[in-house]
């Protein structure tokens, strides 16, 4: 199996910026994307961005592309969400998913979430 645990949520500004991280442990070589979804009150889990392991597909959501960059350290098995320009509407609990299958659009492994609110 692959746990996942993300660290970095908390409050901010709006217009500040907060970075997300999410640390892959176990069986991570069986993994082959990460991804970042985001839950707010009231709506449905949506997706924000995600990334290969070997950083060949990038995909960001129209929401956030611009503002939010994935990137990933391999040696460290960690993948990193950085949150610019926040505004109140990006609070949310900040999930850290792994896909195992190339070809799959199902997320196989989640990790707990981390609470990012942003106050104005």
């Known amino acids: 199996q692959v746990q996942l645990e993300e660290s970095g949520g908390g409050l901010v500004q709006a217009g500040g910026s907060l970075r997300l991280s999410c640390v892959a442990s176990?069986?991570?070589?069986?993994?082959?994307?990460m991804g970042w979804f985001r839950q707010a009150p009231g709506k449905e889990r949506e997706f924000v961005a995600s990334?290969?392991?070997?950083?060949?597909?990038?995909v960001y959501s129209d929401s956030v592309k611009g503002r939010f960059f994935i990137s990933r350290d391999n040696a460290k098995n960690t993948v990193y969400l950085q949150l610019n320009s926040l505004k109140s509407e990006d609070t949310a609990v900040y999930y850290c998913?792994?896909?195992?299958?190339?070809?799959?659009?199902?997320?196989?492994?989640w990790g707990q979430g981390t609470q990012v609110t942003v106050s104005s």
């Open positions: 176990g069986r991570t070589a069986s993994t082959y994307a």
């Open positions: 990334t290969t392991w070997s950083g060949v597909s990038i």
């Open positions: 998913a792994a896909k195992a299958g190339k070809f799959t659009t199902r997320y196989d492994y």
